[in-house]
């Protein structure tokens, strides 16, 4: 199994950045694909972005294409997702999950972390 840990999170203004991590331990880390979900109140969990086990491939949403950009460092047994010119809409909680990654909007997700809250302020 693998335990995930996210960080990063906080409160910025709109325009602002923020690095999330995720940390990651036990069963073969590199061997999972990693995907990184998003929910904000009231709605339903979104995905947001994935990349392959060997970080040679990745993939983000629509609505963050240009701003957000996921990344792994498989020797440090991490994963991250670059967050800039953050939005009001991108207040969420967001989620990291190891898991199979099978189509370009579709992420299966096995093991998933605590989520850190992400606020942009207007």
């Known amino acids: 199994q693998v335990q995930l840990v996210e960080s990063g999170g906080g409160l910025v203004q709109a325009g602002g950045s923020l690095r999330l991590s995720c940390a990651a331990s036990g069963r073969t880390f590199s061997s999972y694909a990693m995907g990184w979900f998003r929910q904000a109140p009231g709605k339903e969990r979104e995905f947001v972005a994935a990349i392959s086990w060997g970080g040679a491939r990745t993939y983000v949403v629509d609505s963050v294409k240009g701003r957000f950009t996921i990344s792994r460092d498989n020797a440090k047994n991490t994963v991250y997702l670059q967050m800039n010119s953050l939005k009001p809409e991108d207040t969420a909680v967001y989620y990291c999950?190891?898991?199979?990654?099978?189509?370009?909007?579709?992420?299966?997700?096995?093991?998933w972390g605590q989520g850190t809250q992400v606020t942009v302020s207007s």
């Open positions: 999950s190891a898991g199979a990654w099978r189509g370009t909007h579709y992420f299966s997700g096995d093991y």
